[in-house]
T-cell receptor, first 113, second 115 residues
């Protein structure tokens, strides 16, 4: 089955700096890669996603890049703010596997004011 | 529009007891899911239902059963709870959009403690 590895597990940055979280996946048949944000005590919520036919997608301060050859994708947050502090999860969905997502282990991002 | 709702919010069980976690969505989604979340383990899929009347095992199905009661409701049952099932359980629902993109909407979670 699919295996998704996420790094780092914790990340501390100064407000205004950039943050990068990286994920690798094992199955080259995966074709959809969402990122979820989970604030403390809350439910996960989708923040950005990308399909395998696209190399990069941007939405205001967040962007996702995908390297299909290397089987890795990354989340980039620019101009970080304290409200960006949360746990971020990457995920991958395999083609022809229904809607099943395999999640990475999560990254706890702390933005220090 | 309440989205995805779950009951109960918190439950304490003794080893061997049974219980059912309830989930409902009002977004008319076809697909529904049950995940468990343990520290450092991310979200792991227990069971999912691609459409009403169908259910399939996910990554960690042992010790659980599910029922897709109708399009709105998807329940998770623990027949004989074990301490290893202490976790936070999330229900989610989704609908695939044109182009294959999809958003899974999560419920607020059920925190389960098995003693």
């Amino acid at each position: 089955g699919e295996n998704v590895e996420q790094h780092p597990s914790t990340l501390s940055v100064q407000e205004g700096d950039s943050a990068v979280i990286k994920c690798t996946y094992s199955d080259s048949a995966s074709n959809y890669f969402p990122w979820y944000k989970q604030e403390l005590g809350k439910r996960p919520q989708l923040i950005i996603d990308i399909r395998s036919n696209v190399g990069e997608k941007k939405d205001q301060r967040i962007a996702v890049t995908l390297n299909k050859t290397a089987k890795h994708f990354s989340l980039h947050i620019t101009e970080t703010q304290p409200e960006d502090s949360a746990v971020y999860f990457c995920a991958a969905r395999k083609r022809n596997a229904g809607n099943m997502l395999t999640f990475g282990g999560g990254t706890r991002l702390m933005v220090k004011p | 529009n309440a989205g995805v709702t779950q009951t109960p919010k918190f439950q304490v069980l003794k080893t061997g007891q049974s219980m059912t976690l309830q989930c409902a969505q009002d977004m008319n989604h076809n697909s529904m899911y049950w995940y468990r979340q343990d520290p450092g383990m991310g979200l792991r899929l227990i069971y999912y239902s691609a459409s009403e009347g169908t259910t399939d095992k996910g990554e960690v199905p042992n010790g659980y059963n599910v029922s897709r009661l109708n399009k709105r409701e998807f329940s998770l049952r623990l027949e004989s709870a074990a301490p290893s099932q202490t976790s936070v359980y999330f229900c989610a629902s989704s609908e695939q959009t044109t182009g294959g993109m999809e958003t899974q909407y999560f419920g607020p979670g059920t925190r389960l403690l098995v003693l």
